[in-house]
DNA sequence: TTGTAGGCGTTATCAC
DNA sequence: GTGATAACGCCTACAA
């Protein structure tokens, strides 16, 4: 027989005050005990532990943050937790933290720069012991960057601003695109099947970097620059079919844009790999719900957390500035054969 | 010429005594001041100002929350940041916030019962204002959903546990399904393509209450139930052609079962909708990547977000646990066309 | 309107 | 090894 159990929010909470009177110890005694900072008798232990399961004790995080001037707490500054490679670092991030006590705020930004600042100023303002953040722009969101590097620990992710002598850990795009490029040498008839990119705009590193390595290799190459989204595949596969081009090699400058290039392709009556191939970058979990599933280059989002751990949990409280690349794997799917 | 800027992190930080000093005036005029919380003259108003900005002052949120016993603080529990539908969640209760001056702690649990316990009690540690947790099972969850709520206002998400009488915001599923079935009445013929059902084991209550509607409507069809992701959708479809159907209309309890479906059908050479008529559960971003587009039943992640936040900051501290269902949408779409 | 002072819950320093 | 006590940064009676 069950009965119904009811929300009743806290009367008043139990503080060290009153364990300690409960155990007939002192507040000190009971902090080295709940802390764990110094050796306490046995017998004393026993009776502060007691005390504090008796009276559902809980320590309360804010005072001795206070106290201690470290909460415990990294911010992640992420500009849309509804794009499936941002979600993906959140989940690996938070996963990273799992075991050290250390919890995450986290903010998004929707990509504007105002919001970006204010969630900054927030992250600050609550101490976190580290700002990790995934910069909206390349170029406007330095100040922002910059901002949090010169009153906390801060760590860019998968993007950087530039000119900023801060923190990143992030893919190596050069490297990344140099397995897709030598995938093209190696498996594509590049005259039956010319290689287009489609990018987006040279407003965040990623974007950037990508666009560089692939003309460094494909100068001669058409290139179309949009946004970092679904929509834009859809789009640009419009355009450059205008263009005029009834084959080729489609190079995506991220797995959700591919994945768009490919729904439009088959909204064309085209076909994936026959008429177009398709290569994208990321390696999102949903790149297997593409049909064919994705050729692309996976970042290792588990090393990439686990990183920004190490960084932010370094020994050194002021570890020299660095900029961490991370080699990302080729992943053959169907959308471009061997 | 851009001189590299680096990371210096805070020499000390600037306290409302420092600003107090350099007005010269008292620290709780500053504190009045910076917290708007009474008039202050404005010539002083000024100087306080003037100082907090010459000085860089920035608020110490920890300080202001201990004072206060109010942290401006929600933390959101969530069984994996990598499922789209939960990351979206996240994504627009964050942007719910937005402008609240309430940030959120995000903690993933895996699916892990005992993660998630251990995340009630470092939220509960933090002090939040509020705890939003998507319990991981329907009844084993029980103890951490009320053990937050004996101690903090606490409302689930998208799921409920059994026989606890706590807030919770999620899907009218019954109605969802009733949708669902509807399409199918008016729009199938169900002698030709059978419905069978393709879900998750009750240890949700979402997977619990989409498989009861659908039963109660098609009592005859054969379910079969697996979990809430991707790879049961293919398994799944091994199963239904090994018991020898060729033909039907497969109801996936959530768009993520719905697109391993697809794809696994697009694998055995099965076309959609002609062979199999396949429709989903959600509503999620990348239900727009399968080929054909889903058909689905969308949940409004923007009202929920927002019925979460009026739940949380409701005037009345102690408002009565209530269970609100938000009206889902019918989503047309061509992988079960009218 | 402004200042003084006490305390939110914890930990660190200093005696014992 | 243990206890008293002073901060940590802020807000809010209370007094002026």
Same mark, same amino acid.
């Given at each position: 027989?069950?009965?119904?159990?009811?929300?009743?929010?806290?009367?008043?909470?139990?503080?060290?005050?009153?364990? *300690?009177? %409960?155990?007939?110890? +002192?507040?000190?005694?009971?902090?080295? @005990?709940?802390?764990?900072?110094?050796?306490?008798?046995?017998?004393? %232990?026993?009776?502060?532990?007691?005390?504090?399961?008796?009276?559902?004790?809980?320590?309360?995080?804010?005072? %001795?943050?206070?106290?201690?001037?470290?909460?415990?707490? @990294?911010?992640?500054?992420?500009? &849309?937790? &509804?794009?499936?490679?941002?979600?993906?670092?959140?989940?690996?991030?938070?996963?990273?933290?799992?075991?050290?006590?250390?919890?995450?705020?986290?903010?998004?930004?929707?990509?504007?720069?105002?919001?970006?600042?204010?969630?900054?100023?927030?992250?600050?303002?609550?101490?976190?012991?580290?700002?990790?953040?995934?910069?909206?722009?390349?170029?406007?969101?330095?100040?922002?960057?910059?901002?949090? *590097?010169?009153?906390?620990?801060?760590?860019?992710?998968?993007?950087?601003?530039?000119?900023?002598?801060?923190?990143?850990?992030?893919?190596?795009?050069?490297?990344?695109?140099?397995?897709?490029?030598?995938?093209?040498?190696?498996?594509?008839?590049?005259?039956?099947?010319?290689?287009?990119?489609?990018?987006?705009?040279?407003? +965040?590193?990623?974007?950037?970097?990508?666009?560089?390595?692939?003309?460094?290799?494909?100068?001669?190459?058409?290139?179309?620059? !949009?946004?970092?989204?679904?929509?834009?595949?859809?789009?640009?596969?419009?355009?450059?079919?205008?263009?005029?081009?009834?084959?080729?090699?489609?190079?995506?400058?991220?797995?959700?844009?591919?994945? !768009?290039?490919?729904?439009?392709?088959?909204?064309?009556?085209?076909?994936?790999?026959?008429?177009?191939?398709?290569?994208?970058? &990321?390696?999102?979990?949903?790149? %297997?719900?593409?049909?064919?599933?994705?050729?692309?280059?996976?970042?290792?989002?588990?090393?990439?957390?686990?990183?920004?751990?190490?960084?932010?949990?370094?020994?050194?409280?002021?570890?020299?500035?660095?900029?961490?690349?991370?080699?990302?794997?080729?992943?053959?799917?169907?959308?471009?054969?061997?």
């Amino acid at each position: 027989m069950r009965e119904q159990r009811s929300q009743e929010p806290t009367a008043r909470a139990v503080t060290m005050a009153d364990v *300690a009177e %409960r155990a007939g110890v +002192s507040v000190a005694t009971v902090s080295r @005990v709940i802390s764990e900072s110094r050796p306490v008798a046995e017998s004393l %232990r026993d009776a502060v532990l007691g005390a504090a399961s008796e009276l559902g004790y809980q320590v309360n995080l804010v005072g %001795r943050a206070l106290r201690k001037g470290r909460t415990s707490t @990294v911010g992640l500054l992420v500009p &849309d937790l &509804d794009n499936p490679f941002f979600s993906s670092l959140a989940q690996h991030l938070s996963t990273a933290f799992e075991g050290s006590a250390t919890d995450m705020l986290v903010f998004s930004t929707c990509g504007d720069l105002e919001v970006e600042r204010r969630g900054v100023e927030s992250f600050l303002g609550r101490q976190v012991d580290a700002v990790v953040m995934i910069p909206c722009h390349e170029i406007d969101s330095t100040a922002s960057v910059l901002r949090a *590097a010169q009153a906390s620990l801060t760590v860019q992710l998968d993007r950087q601003v530039v000119d900023a002598d801060v923190h990143f850990v992030g893919c190596d795009n050069a490297q990344g695109m140099g397995l897709i490029t030598r995938h093209i040498r190696r498996d594509v008839d590049v005259a039956d099947k010319p290689a287009v990119y489609v990018g987006a705009h040279a407003v +965040s590193s990623t974007g950037h970097e990508r666009f560089e390595h692939f003309t460094r290799e494909f100068p001669e190459s058409p290139t179309y620059l !949009g946004e970092f989204d679904f929509g834009w595949g859809q789009q640009a596969v419009d355009q450059i079919l205008e263009d005029g081009m009834t084959r080729g090699t489609i190079v995506a400058a991220a797995d959700i844009i591919a994945l !768009g290039v490919i729904a439009r392709l088959h909204h064309h009556g085209l076909r994936v790999p026959d008429d177009f191939r398709v290569i994208g970058f &990321d390696g999102i979990g949903v790149a %297997r719900f593409a049909h064919p599933t994705l050729t692309t280059v996976r970042q290792p989002v588990e090393e990439i957390g686990r990183t920004v751990l190490d960084l932010i949990s370094s020994p050194s409280s002021k570890p020299a500035p660095r900029a961490i690349r991370i080699a990302p794997n080729f992943v053959a799917g169907n959308s471009s054969p061997a």
